[in-house]
């Protein structure tokens, strides 16, 4: 069998040649899966060809079905990388250039060559300007992400006119009252938890309990509390060493928002008129708005964020909370229908203000063109979310199809992408975990097991860890029960167990992970975290009702049980 | 044989799914070659799902030795596109999603549509500030390239000390007196050509004949003119509706830059310090120097791209040149080197100032990371230069590879970029073509038809038209030949008439390309040229000493016989 040409790939300036910091570029390959018992990269520098070359073997880190992964770290001379692959079989010896396949053997350099600066791969020059840099402490944090307005209700005076009683389940139309003092109040019981950084669904002023359909982006929600409040949370919060994130709700607006209102009245005449997608003069919401929207909600008129004016003014929102109440971080809502130059404006005056800031788009899907260092710091993890549920709470794959898949998103994205993506099991737009696991609390456990032993930053939905459930919104927006009685206790103590033993070992926040993939398979899958320092720690899950024998990796020396979810 | 499912590429928002124009996306799909009978997309708005939704065919566009490539060209309603493919064989029906593979009929669609959003492929919306719109002139223009001391000397009083007679070879060191003022003098001559751009190698003041170690670029070379001749030039050119691009060289400087004199003077202490990437200090030129060059070249300090007041210098001279004295567009050299930071706000500078203007960057590889719309409007395209070598030069590859690697060339770009990129077959830094022919003209004209019937933009490099030879630099920069009996004067006029054809000809500077498979291969290369409204023109080139028999599209009605080369 001659090597499937068809599979293989690279691409320089992609996830799969980066630069991984000022001096480091990562270069990986793709190749059919068992297909190559070796790869190497041939690499120098093209201004001291041949003599600065060098032939390194790479390592395969992932594989799935269809394909193997390899990479390797080369940290050049002179910041600039020349580079061929060879590919090896027992029967084969590939060169694999930018210009195309040679079969060629080791000691002949594939003939491409003769025109190096053409033919050859390249990584023309690492400018620190262009590494992606995500702020340090993200891959350390522990998320807990509130809805405020269902979290805990600290001051009734600002309570809504039609509040409810708390507890019991939500309409889409309810108000429970929930508001900012209700989250300082209760800041004990996160820090308790082992909880490192907040993130706050909207909490601008707005007429509905979500506040995605803002009014006015300088205003905290008069039922929410004051600017004096958020800056009184976010100190009480940081005296804890917690993070506060805010959600950045930029692709739209709210029908009360004055500029909007400004076009209702005005039509063409507006000085905002240009402020949104108009189709045509005067505005209309019916049978369907003839503005750009958020789907088709009348009343999330979509933002003309290519307008210098609305770049100027949101942009002014972006840094006025950070600059002047502290916060930590922009979530940015439905981040990927907004445009890309937006985003990379946004990112030079946030990090211009705050260099730590972390900065978190909602896209659901394959982030690379978000993720190159110029827009996003990491995006919400819900592939992962939905690779668990169909591994253990759908059980639709099995353990071979779960490594496969969290494989493939490995290498999606840059390790240091990798190293802060938003891990999560669940949200205020999605059923409960425990809804999905359809009450099974062990489920839930080895979910939870997977979030906090998985790359990335771990966030747990408010109230998930004392045994809420609720399925689509606005089910799984119900208010936090804060009554012990009605708390699983001893689940959240399990989850206090594992940010503890996350926190301790920095092989489950930093490092690398690795599938042992002969124990992938069926109800099983079992994975590496390998620490810089070579620490390892060995997670082998059992999702069916009975025992299983599990190799664990040979190398092993001192082992030791760190955590058991069941008998 | 089932689908070979490791072939299968599409990846949203990259050259697989941009926007081609403000309403329409182009979505193109990769197969194994020879594997799928048919391809459609599955689309629709995942808002209005599936009532929206359609199932359209996709037209096989290109092919390689080891794929298919399909594209489709979609209107979403609501600028936001929610899809799917499905490849179809006499035996398989195969969905393809983000999500991955499922077997499954038309009338079944893929089960990852029960979580659409997250499952299916989505250009999540079609901003028209993310839209790439090169310069519409390009792609009709016929541009010339002009190495500036070797073209014309227009004014002896300017003459370097040193200047030698004009004529014979040049060594490195050779200055022959070519200047502005000659350029001028010979725009009858290029307009008699038909030549509609000049791209000239750098004019700024530097002590070199090839003046890429800018000394000041501010001041156009005393040796070349100064300010008011390139106005001159630049409104003389206008005149006859030329347009005229610069050398931007803002990679690295000269040695006489000013500010890294300042920093060999003062060391760490200068206010230029961070200029530049100084390793250590005092600056050292040997053995080698010990900051950041182009190469190893001590007299071309590399700039740090990447600070801000060295960003406003030279985002100032790009501005200034424009608004100045009117030029059209900037070169840029060793674009790849150069941080992505600095790239994307030079374009909106230049872009703010001149919408027209075109951003050409030398890039010689796979040009991506450039050309997404917020850097480049185009690369130079070596690439086919390259191909044109191998397939009509060295003879090393035969019509079926020549055809192969022009259609992965063609879907590595959006067909916008494609409309404009700049295509040339030598230049300053490649011997000639003439010499590459080895002195064959024949060749040399196939070469010529070649760039001028390809699509983009076709440059030629001064004096190929009237028969010029040259090894590698300094020998490909001889002073023009203006003797006329000296001139190839029959080459001149094949080559007038070819600009001619293709300035009367939409289909040849428009529409697609397209390779008449079954005629491309041994000595042979057939392809359409397609004009938007239809028109269609066949190309047909065969290299071989003998005539052959070529089978033409039997849709071709109206048979026209164009022009022809040789008998």
Redesign the interface.
């Known amino acids: 069998m001659t090597i ?4 293989v ?1 690279h ?4 996830n799969y040649a980066y630069a991984f910091d000022e001096t480091t570029v990562h270069v990986r390959l793709r190749t ?2 068992g297909d190559v018992d070796r790869c190497r990269l041939l690499h120098g520098d093209k ?2 060809w041949p003599e600065s070359t060098e032939l390194t073997p790479m390592e395969r880190v992932h594989s799935d079905a ?2 193997d992964y390899w990479q390797l770290a080369v940290e050049p001379d ?3 990388l020349c580079y061929a692959f060879l590919l090896e079989t027992a029967d084969e010896a590939l060169w694999y250039t ?1 210009w ?1 396949f040679e079969s060629r053997a080791e000691n002949e350099l594939p003939t491409a060559g003769t ?1 190096r ?3 050859y ?2 990584y ?2 690492l ?4 590494v992606h840099e995500p702020p340090e402490w993200v891959s350390d944090a522990i998320f807990y992400q509130i809805f405020p307005e269902r979290f805990a209700n600290g001051d009734r005076e600002l309570d809504p006119e039609s509040v409810e009683a708390w507890g019991g389940r939500p309409t889409r139309e309810s108000f429970f009252g929930g508001d900012l003092q209700g989250i300082i109040d209760n800041l004990d019981y996160l820090e308790d938890l082992g909880i490192t950084a907040l993130y706050l669904n909207p909490i601008f002023e707005s007429s509905s309990n979500h506040k995605y359909n803002t009014a006015d982006y300088r205003r905290i929600d008069p039922h929410f509390g004051d600017e004096e409040t958020l800056r009184e949370l976010v100190d009480a919060a940081h005296d804890r060493d917690i993070r506060v994130m805010l959600d950045a709700v930029f692709n739209h607006c709210g029908r009360q928002f004055a500029p909007f209102q400004d076009v209702v009245e005005n039509g063409a005449d507006s000085a905002y008129a240009d402020w949104f997608h108009v189709h045509e003069f005067p505005i209309e919401f019916e049978p369907r708005p003839n503005y ?1 929207t958020f ?2 909600e009348a009343y999330m008129p979509k933002l003309n ?2 307008n210098p004016e609305v770049k100027e003014y949101l942009f002014d929102v972006a840094t006025y909370w950070i600059e002047e109440v502290g916060i930590d971080g922009w979530r940015l809502d439905v981040a ?7 985003w ?1 404006e946004l990112r030079r005056e946030v990090k211009a203000v705050k260099p730590g800031a972390y900065i978190l788009g909602e896209i ?3 982030s ?2 978000w993720l190159r260092g ?1 827009q996003f710091d990491a995006v919400m993890n ?2 992962f979310t ?1 690779a668990v549920y169909d591994f253990l709470t759908n059980e639709s794959i099995d353990g071979t199809e779960f490594a496969d898949k969290i494989s493939r998103f490995l290498v999606r994205y840059p390790e240091q992408v990798n190293q802060v993506l938003f891990n999560l099991l669940d949200s205020h737009d999605t059923p409960r975990l425990l809804h999905r696991c359809d009450g099974d609390k062990r489920s839930l456990r080895l979910a939870l097991l997977l979030l906090f032993t998985y790359r990335g930053t771990p966030c747990l939905y408010y109230g998930d860890e004392v045994g809420m459930t609720g399925g689509d919104d606005p089910d799984c927006r119900q208010p936090m029960v804060w009554d012990r009685s009605e708390q699983d206790r001893e689940l959240r103590a399990f989850v206090a167990e594992l940010i503890e033993l996350r926190s301790s070992l920095p092989a489950l926040r930093g490092g690398t992970l690795r599938f042992v993939d002969e124990e992938c398979h069926g109800d099983r899958v079992v994975y590496r975290r390998i620490a810089d320092d070579g620490d390892e720690i060995t997670v082998a899950i059992n999702r069916g009702p009975d025992p299983v024998d599990v190799s664990l990796p040979t190398d092993a020396r001192d082992r030791e049980l760190l955590f058991q979810v069941g008998d």
């Open positions: 499937c040409r068809e599979a790939h691409k320089p300036k992609s059919k899966h201004f001291e269809h394909y002179n910041r600039r930018e195309g025109d600066s053409l033919h791969f390249e023309p020059f400018n620190p300007a262009d750009d789907g088709f964020t290519g990927d229908e907004v445009d890309h130059q937006f990379r659901w899907h394959d690379r063109p110029d819900y592939p939905y």
